[in-house]
């Protein structure tokens, strides 16, 4: 195939969640007020761990890179789709559609492999509990984080390396509200089964393995834990933990696996899954385990009233 006789396409136009006016006007409100009310309690939840001399044990450090992470994810898409809820042509040039595309499977995969290492923390922490502190020392947890960002780094560039090499000559409309493989090769102007296939191998397999031991480690941490289950506030501290966990893998790995490890056709429910997937759940995840967590809860409260509500008075 002559990619000679191709003029290459150099923007790409979004077709966003929407083409009625009122309804964009109405998800531009829902969008933002979400977005400016959860987004301060990521904000919240990382200066508190970083502030409050009490919150130093490598499950508070792992949460907060994991508030990091998800503000970083969800403000990968979101800013832009409440600016194109506003115009009427919604069009992303072809490198910023690439370096979306990059940002979401970095910072996307980044999380995925610290989720895998809070399990692992988590596994110390209860199978483990008189070694846990020298297991779970703050080098050991600094290297995990950098390892699961050269993780998500690796696993992005494989995938752009994969788009960029791909010839893309004429229908450049995207049916969504954000860059991502499944629309952006969809559009290419060649024989593509070849690079799904590799795209499926490295973000859908990956996805439904991780997420299949991560169920089970906690499923065994859990049925450890109910064997143990008189032994007072400390094991169901740690059961409302698992369970804490559980519910963000699931909330990240869900749509995640529906999105990737399929082959790339269309479906009604795409952009639906994909708004819950990038900007809803990733905002919420640390919030939901905050609000399973007494101590966190506690700090916030301290940290707002010395910080804000002494400076009114």
């Given at each position: 195939m002559e990619h000679a006789n191709y003029t290459r396409v150099t923007e790409f136009v979004l077709t966003g969640l929407s083409h009625t006016r009122e309804v964009q006007l109405v998800l531009f409100v829902i969008f933002l007020s979400f977005y400016l009310l959860i987004?301060?309690?990521?904000?919240?939840?990382?200066?508190?761990?970083?502030?409050?001399?009490?919150?130093?044990?490598p499950m508070y450090f792992l949460l907060a890179n994991l508030a990091f992470l998800d503000i970083w994810y969800s403000s990968i898409t979101a800013p832009k789709m409440l600016i194109d809820f506003l115009v009427e042509r919604k069009i992303i040039s072809f490198g910023g559609c690439i370096a979306q595309l990059f940002f979401l499977h970095f910072v996307g995969a980044s999380e995925m492999f610290l989720l895998t290492v809070m399990a692992f923390d988590r596994y110390a922490a209860i199978c483990r509990p008189l070694h846990y502190a020298t297991i779970m020392n703050r080098h050991l947890c600094c290297i995990l984080v950098a390892l699961s960002w050269i993780g998500g780094f690796i696993?992005?560039?494989?995938?752009?390396?994969?788009?960029?090499?791909?010839?893309?000559?004429?229908?450049?409309?995207?049916?969504?509200?954000?860059?991502?493989?499944?629309?952006?090769?969809?559009?290419?102007?060649?024989?593509?089964?070849?690079?799904?296939?590799?795209?499926?191998?490295?973000?859908g397999l990956i996805s439904v393995v991780c997420f299949i031991a991560l169920l089970m480690s906690y499923a065994f941490l859990l049925a450890m834990l109910k064997k143990h289950s008189g032994s007072g506030k400390s094991t169901s501290r740690a059961m409302s933990t698992c369970y804490s966990h559980m519910t963000i893998v699931i909330l990240m790995f869900g749509p995640s696996i529906y999105i990737y490890a399929r082959p790339f056709d269309s479906f009604s429910l795409d952009k639906v899954v994909s708004v819950f997937h990038t900007v809803?759940?990733?905002?919420?995840?640390?919030?939901?385990?905050?609000?399973r967590n007494k101590e966190v809860k506690t700090a916030m409260r301290k940290l707002v009233n010395r910080n804000i509500l002494c400076k009114e008075k």
């Open positions: 987004l301060p309690g990521n904000i919240l939840i990382i200066c508190t761990i970083r502030l409050d001399p009490h919150l130093t044990s696993h992005s560039i494989i995938q752009v390396a994969v788009i960029v090499q791909l010839p893309f000559c004429g229908p450049n409309e995207l049916d969504n509200y954000f860059c991502d493989i499944t629309q952006v090769v969809r559009i290419a102007c060649a024989n593509t089964f070849p690079e799904e296939l590799v795209m499926i191998f490295s973000s809803i759940f990733p905002l919420l995840n640390p919030i939901i385990y905050t609000l």
